[in-house]
């Protein structure tokens, strides 16, 4: 099991003294999604720390967009790795569409760094042509962490058997993207997912927050 990536989603959690804690703690193989304004403090307090941002703006260039915060901006603050199309902002805002998850999608691999798109049970149509078309000369730059609503801070994990089918699936029609698991992760059952074959990593929401635990799960990788 070497080399899969162990990434946490703070989600609209946290505050400066818990980037503190995990600055001086955490290991060095968490790739963590902390919310944007606690980026820049992370990355100085630990510059090797693998920061990702949970979003990004559709726009590319600098402007009068209030409020947006662009991929060139969180690379700029030591970001190097961006989550988009997460189905809370899939659903709640309705924000991330299949169009603005690609001008995302452009946006952070265009700054050169990872883009983690996520997507549920009915992936395929969460995929456009356009998108489709991008992951093919762009596979180093994009992993897909296929995250089941059903799983998503249920407990309910599906079945070894079912993630590997799902990932093999979407392996299958996406030209072999590595493929990460997320969806009531813990480090209770992170072991056992974590050797499945075909996934590549994991993503993590609730657990990622107890510092002891990411560490402990980031052991296992
Ligand atoms: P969870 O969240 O681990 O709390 O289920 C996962 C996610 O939403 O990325």
Same mark, same amino acid.
């Given at each position: 099991?070497?080399?899969?990536?162990?990434?946490?989603?703070?989600?609209?959690?946290?505050?400066?003294?818990?980037?503190?804690?995990?600055?001086?703690?955490?290991?060095a193989?968490?790739?963590?999604?902390?919310?944007?304004?606690?980026?820049?403090?992370?990355?100085? /307090?630990?510059?090797?720390?693998? !920061?990702?941002?949970? @979003?990004? %703006?559709?726009? &590319?260039?600098?402007?009068a967009? +209030?409020? =947006?915060i662009?991929?060139?901006?969180?690379?700029?603050?030591?970001?190097?790795?961006?989550?988009?199309?997460?189905?809370?902002?899939?659903?709640?805002?309705?924000?991330?569409?299949?169009?603005?998850?690609?001008a995302?999608?452009?946006n952070?691999? /265009?700054?050169?760094?990872?883009? !983690?798109?996520c997507? @549920?049970? %009915?992936?395929? &149509?969460?995929?456009?042509?356009? +998108?489709? =078309?991008?992951?093919?000369t762009?596979l180093?730059?994009?992993?897909?962490?296929?995250?089941?609503?059903?799983?998503?801070?249920?407990?309910?994990?599906p079945?070894?058997?079912?993630?590997?089918?799902?990932?093999?699936?979407?392996?299958?029609?996406?030209?072999?993207?590595k493929?990460?698991?997320?969806?009531?992760?813990?480090?209770?059952n &992170?072991k056992?997912?974590?050797?499945v074959?075909?996934?590549?990593?994991?993503?993590?929401?609730?657990?990622?927050?107890?510092?002891?635990?990411?560490?402990?799960?980031?052991?296992?990788?």
């Amino acid at each position: 099991m070497i080399n899969k990536l162990i990434v946490g989603n703070w989600k609209m959690n946290g505050n400066l003294s818990l980037v503190d804690e995990f600055s001086q703690t955490l290991d060095a193989r968490v790739i963590l999604g902390i919310p944007s304004v606690f980026i820049a403090y992370a990355h100085l /307090k630990n510059p090797t720390m693998q !920061i990702a941002a949970q @979003d990004c %703006s559709v726009y &590319a260039d600098f402007g009068a967009h +209030t409020g =947006e915060i662009s991929a060139e901006m969180l690379s700029q603050v030591g970001c190097k790795y961006v989550i988009i199309g997460h189905s809370e902002r899939r659903q709640t805002s309705n924000f991330d569409n299949q169009q603005n998850v690609f001008a995302k999608l452009q946006n952070v691999v /265009k700054t050169g760094m990872t883009a !983690i798109i996520c997507i @549920d049970e %009915s992936y395929p &149509a969460l995929v456009d042509n356009q +998108t489709k =078309e991008f992951l093919k000369t762009n596979l180093d730059k994009v992993c897909i962490a296929y995250e089941p609503l059903s799983a998503i801070g249920t407990g309910k994990v599906p079945s070894l058997k079912d993630i590997s089918e799902t990932l093999s699936k979407i392996k299958n029609t996406y030209f072999g993207v590595k493929t990460l698991y997320g969806g009531s992760v813990n480090v209770s059952n &992170a072991k056992e997912i974590l050797s499945v074959e075909l996934v590549d990593g994991v993503l993590i929401g609730g657990a990622s927050l107890k510092l002891s635990e990411l560490n402990e799960i980031a052991r296992l990788s």
